[in-house]
Each structure stands twice: as C-alpha cells, then as structure tokens.
C-alpha cells in the first residue's frame, strides 16, 4: 500500500482539495499530512477532507517533517512512500509517472520536458543555480537534486538511515538523494512541470537559499 506524505504550515486553502486530488489519483495510499500546528486550521480539515495527520508543535521544519513522515510510513510497513508539497506546485496526476522500476524516482524540472510555471526571474535564477551546485560539489550526475516530489521504495529509505539525516529546509532533499547515491540505489528523473502555488505564501525565502549554501559543503565533508 502508497503512501504520500504532504508537509504543511498554513495551508487551509489548499490541503482539502490536495487530499481529494491524490485520493483520485491513489485510491489505495494513506495520506500523512504533517502540520506544524498550523493556526489557520490546516489539520482540521485535513482530516474532514480524510487524511490522516500527524500534529507537530510549533514550526519545526520541512525536513524533520518528511524524516518524521518517513519513518512513520516505514512503521507501518507501508510502499512505495511519496513525498510533495501541499499546495499544488506538484500535480498529483504525476503521482502515477513517479512509481518507476527505480528505487528513487525524482521529478525533475530540469531534465527535457520538465519546467516551472509563473515564477520570477530571480527564483528561477536561485532554483536553477541550486541545483547545479549542489550536483557538482557533491559529485552527483543529477539534474534536479533540490526538488521535492519524489517516489521511495521503502528499502532505499532503511537503506539510507532516514531517521538519521538532519538536514533542515530544502537541503533535505539534497541530502537523502546523495545518500541513495551512496548506497548504489538506482534512480531515475522522470520530467514534471512545477507550477507556482495557488493559495497562500511559498515558504521560500533568501534566508533558506543561504543555509543550503553552506550546508552542502557540510554534507560533502561529512558524507564525501
């Protein structure tokens, strides 16, 4: 049985429909929101919409978050384990497309066929920079090692340690793709189209493209 693992901070606008919308697409999965206790009512209706929903305290994090989602899905025994964002930036039709013969599938903005839809100059500019980065300096031949919407076959996340990685903001992803790397898993980029979000405010800002910077030398030196 699926699971898809959906992080949120102040998504009501959007997670009801974002439940619906995967439920359509996986009718069997178990859907794990995880709210970082959300003011604006985010778990209530996640849960009126069906999905179950691990309630965090306080902000704490999108990588805590998927590594708290992870290993709850693990528990419970449960494959492959999905992980996107909440506000549509995904399209859970690609859902379908990421479930490969890989044992990690990425969806790829960057690979041929994929894109990014209504964002900035500037964001483009950081998210393209990122990825390229974070590819050379760890020695990764991997095109889009900063995305988020992924496909897990549950043996490469034991294989990884996942509960181990401490990685906090979007480094996260960098982080738990270089270690299947390290274990010889095989992955595959399968081209999406990343879509600005809906409703509400991304939670992207300078701030967090300044901790990746200097945490991917970390990673280098600790797991190179």
């Known amino acids: ?99 490969t013969d890989a ?3 990425l969806g790829s903005r960057y690979v041929a066929g994929g894109g990014t839809r209504n964002w900035a100059l500037h964001r483009r500019l950081i998210s393209r920079f990122g990825s390229i980065y974070a590819s050379k300096l760890l020695g990764m031949a991997v095109v889009d090692p900063t995305g988020g919407f992924k496909c897990w076959r549950a043996a490469t996340l034991r294989a990884i340690d996942v509960a181990s990685v401490r990685s906090d903001g979007y480094v996260f992803q960098v982080e738990t ?15 999406i189209l990343f879509t600005e979000r809906r409703e509400g405010k991304s939670k992207m800002s300078p701030a967090i493209a300044v901790e990746a910077a200097f945490a991917i030398p970390r990673l280098r030196w600790e797991r190179g």
Do not use: C
């Open 103 to 105: 044992e990690l599938t």
């Open 1 to 99: 049985m699926p699971a898809v693992l959906l992080p949120t901070y102040q998504e009501a606008e959007n997670i009801a429909a974002m439940v619906r919308a995967v439920r359509n697409v996986l009718p069997s999965a178990r859907i794990l929101v995880i709210d970082d206790a959300s003011p604006d009512g985010t778990a209530e209706r996640a849960e009126e919409a069906g999905a179950e929903v691990m309630r965090r305290k306080g902000p704490r994090g999108l990588g805590p978050a998927y590594r708290e989602g992870m290993v709850w899905a693990l528990a419970e025994g449960l494959d492959p384990i999905y992980q996107m964002d909440a506000d549509f930036s995904h399209d859970p039709l690609d859902l379908l497309r990421l479930n």
């Open 177 to 191: 793709t270089f270690r299947a790397i390290q274990v010889g898993a095989k992955l595959r980029e399968v081209p």
